[in-house]
């Protein structure tokens, strides 16, 4: 691989034919840089377009600075609701993110802004071939595990040492903690309990049923129904970063006392996907902190321990080091001003579990080696 540069200019071409085209259409474009990189960088993804989008959300987070991220994700059209949009009307709102007109943003921003997508998409693969190599040289192995499904986490938060836990195992066989943080949507819809995701997971896990299956309460549903009545939002989105308190039904039986529902997630009109921002993770981090504050004020038994998911990196997309820096921006400062809970973790596949490993024990700095989803 050539050392990162913006002058690969066989790949800003095809970063260009992106914008232009926009994401919703870009069959019967050639892009093949682009589709390279989605086959590295993005394995599962479901279609060639997805991966394509998926290496550009992770180059574009990479960013350096709030401007440069902002114009380039409606130079592309990566914030929710743009992706649609014509390219005339993408670059005219990148435009105003720097203040100056569309002529001058077309002739000499945009030329960076891509450029600098172009740079992180390299370094991206540049970091993924270092990875192939060194596993290559390493074989994986849970020897860290030894087939135990949590283990204690000695980590420095600026300059405090904490234990933290890490579970690995389905999220409904957490034990004995008293808040676990689930992702949820805007809307506040649960998915249907059949489904494989988190909330799906809880929502059935919670349920109470008679002998025979037959559901007779869903206390999950029907709490985040009555909080949006309660709260004036019956029929319309609450905003990214929002937690909403609920019991946690037959979860009590395990030792749960509360689920907080993360609002992250914003749907795509006219799909089944989600588009999901690492700072609406980071500010949901801090509000549920924030909120276990509150009512553990209110309640004669403090709530004393919480539990994080990889918020997002399930069907919201976030690839696993971009949600875990998201998280743990929110915990580090929470644990750095002494907050006095126990915080644990919980994760499913061996390769977030290594990351965790990695990123907790200090053995990479901070999160700028992406993993593989």
Not at 149 to 169: C, D, F, M, N
Request: hydrophobic share 40%; aromatic share 4%; charged share 25%.
């Amino acid at each position: 691989m050539a050392s990162p540069s913006a002058g690969d200019v066989p790949l800003l071409r095809e970063i260009r034919v992106v914008r232009r085209a926009g994401l919703v259409r870009l069959r019967g474009h050639s892009l093949p840089l682009l589709e390279a990189s989605a086959e590295a960088l993005a394995p599962n993804a479901r279609t060639r377009e997805a991966g394509v989008e998926s290496v550009l959300r992770r180059a574009v987070s990479l960013l350096d600075t709030d401007q440069l991220r902002e114009a380039a994700e409606y130079s592309l059209g990566l914030v929710s609701g743009s992706r649609d949009w014509a390219a005339s009307s993408r670059r005219a709102k990148a435009a105003t993110v720097y203040g100056v007109s569309v002529e001058r943003f077309r002739k000499d921003h945009e030329v960076m802004v891509l450029g600098q997508v172009a740079d992180h998409v390299l370094r991206l693969m540049t970091a993924q071939d270092v990875e192939r190599t060194e596993a290559d040289r390493v074989p994986v192995s849970d020897e860290k595990w030894g087939g135990v499904t949590h283990r204690k986490v000695r980590v420095l938060a600026r300059g405090r040492e904490r234990v933290l836990t890490v579970h690995r195992h389905p999220v409904d066989l957490l034990r004995d903690v008293d808040v676990l943080v689930s992702p949820a949507n805007v809307h506040l819809a649960l998915p249907e309990a059949y489904k494989s995701s988190i909330p799906a997971s809880l929502r059935r896990a919670a349920s109470v049923r008679s002998v025979t299956g037959e559901v007779l309460r869903d206390p999950l549903h029907d709490e985040l129904r009555d909080w949006a009545a309660r709260n004036g939002t019956s029929g319309r989105p609450v905003l990214p970063g929002t937690v909403v308190p609920t019991g946690v039904g037959v979860l009590s039986e395990q030792g749960l006392r509360r689920i907080y529902h993360a609002v992250i997630a914003v749907p795509r009109a006219g799909t089944n996907d989600y588009d999901v921002l690492p700072g609406d993770v980071t500010r949901a981090v801090s509000r549920t902190f924030s909120l276990l504050a509150e009512e553990s004020g209110r309640s004669t038994r403090p709530l004393g321990s919480v539990c994080f998911p990889l918020l997002g990196s399930g069907r919201g997309g976030l690839p696993y080091h971009i949600s875990l820096e998201a998280v743990w921006a929110g915990v580090e400062a929470e644990l750095a001003r002494g907050a006095a809970c126990d915080v644990h973790f919980v994760v499913r596949s061996p390769d977030a579990a290594a990351l965790l490993d990695r990123v907790l024990t200090g053995k990479r700095p901070e999160c700028d080696r992406p993993a593989t989803d």
